[in-house]
């Protein structure tokens, strides 16, 4: 039987010498590091893209705000905006994005429509 002031713990190992860090949860990175990503890898932008890009630059987090926007709205400005951009990192950061709005404004993905097959 195990007292509560066991040094050795429930399971019988000594916890308190356990000097390990704690797994974190891995942070999202900063809104102006994205921005700058995009920057660099979309080479010649869609121009309803390039204000929200250049706002990106000046976010730290969807709690921060350029001018009178919040970043929720430039996030999925950019993110409407931004569909003519193609390739590996251009899926990889909107996923990025996307995954940092609430819930609310998610995209979801599309489903392909399945006709009715049962017989008539």
Request: avoid cysteine; hydrophobic fraction near 30%.
């Amino acid at each position: 039987m195990t007292l509560r002031n066991d040094p050795q713990g429930p399971m019988g190992t000594d916890d308190s010498k356990d000097t390990r860090p704690l797994p974190r949860k891995s942070q999202p990175r900063q809104l102006h590091q994205i921005g700058r990503e995009i920057a660099r890898t979309w080479k010649n932008p869609y121009f309803g893209a390039v204000p929200y890009i250049e706002a990106l630059l000046y976010l730290t987090d969807m709690d921060s705000r350029y001018g009178d926007q919040p970043a929720e709205d430039i996030v999925m400005y950019f993110l409407s905006n931004s569909a003519t951009w193609r390739g590996d990192d251009a899926r990889r950061i909107r996923a990025e994005l996307n995954a940092m709005l609430p819930e609310r404004y998610q995209r979801k993905p599309r489903t392909r429509r399945v006709e009715n097959t049962r017989p008539l």
